[in-house]
C-alpha cells in the first residue's frame, strides 16, 4: 500500500492547488524537520519548494554531532520540554498499524498543527545557536545545499555496475580466504 497514495473521493487536488502558489514562491523561506522527506513527498505531486532555508534535522546534527537521536519527538522533548502526539496514537503500531490517509482528520491536524508549531520553536532555537557558531558555513554553505542533492538522488536512483561489484566481491572473498589462511598459519591453528 502506497502511503502517498491519496484515498478515494480525498480532496488531494484542492489542497495541492492551495499549497502550490505559496510553496512555489521563491520570497518564502520553507523551513522543516526532516524535509528531504518532505520533499521527495511534494515532488511526487509536482511541487518542488525553491526557497528551502533550514532543516532543523541538519541543524541538531551539526550543532550536537555526537547525540544519536535527531527525531522531533526527541529534539521537541530535549530543546522545548514538550512531549509531542506520538505517531502511534494517530495510526498504531504493529499488524494493527493504519496508513495516515485512513486515521480520523481531526487527528490528523492536531498532530499535523503540533508538528509545525514544534519544528518552528526548534528553527527559532537552533538558528539562533548556528549563527555566529563555528558550524554555520557546514550548516548554510554544505549540508543546506547538499539537502537538494541528495533529494535528486533519492528521487532519480544512482546507476550501479552490478557485474563490476560482482566480480570485487569475488575478488575480495578470494583476498578474504587468503587472508584468514595466513592469519591460521600465523596462529599455529585454524580457530573461528
Not at 487527528?107 to 519544528?119: F, I, L, N
Amino acid at each position: 500500500d502506497d502511503p502517498l497514495r491519496p484515498p478515494p473521493g480525498s480532496d488531494l487536488a484542492r489542497f495541492l492547488d492551495d499549497l502550490r502558489p505559496v510553496l512555489t514562491d521563491p520570497s518564502v523561506s520553507v523551513i522543516g524537520q526532516n524535509i528531504k522527506y518532505d520533499l521527495l513527498a511534494l515532488g511526487r505531486y509536482g511541487l518542488s519548494p525553491p526557497n528551502v532555508t533550514f532543516d532543523t534535522v541538519l541543524a541538531s546534527f551539526c550543532l550536537d554531532a555526537h547525540q544519536s537521536q535527531h527525531g522531533l519527538d526527541y529534539l521537541s522533548l530535549k530543546h522545548l520540554g514538550l512531549t509531542k502526539i506520538p505517531t502511534s496514537a494517530l495510526i498504531g503500531k504493529g499488524a494493527k498499524q493504519i496508513c495516515m490517509w485512513d486515521a480520523p482528520v481531526s487527528k490528523c491536524g492536531e498532530y499535523a498543527c503540533e508538528d509545525a508549531d514544534t519544528t518552528w520553536g526548534l528553527f527559532k532555537r537552533f538558528d539562533g545557536q548556528i549563527t555566529g557558531h563555528d558550524v554555520e558555513r557546514v550548516f548554510r554553505e554544505i549540508e543546506m545545499p547538499l539537502l537538494r542533492v541528495l533529494e535528486d538522488m533519492e528521487r532519480q536512483g544512482v546507476l550501479v555496475d552490478a557485474a563490476y561489484l560482482r566480480g570485487l566481491s569475488t575478488e575480495m572473498g578470494a583476498r578474504l580466504e587468503a587472508l584468514t589462511a595466513r592469519i591460521h598459519e600465523l596462529a599455529g591453528a585454524p580457530f573461528n
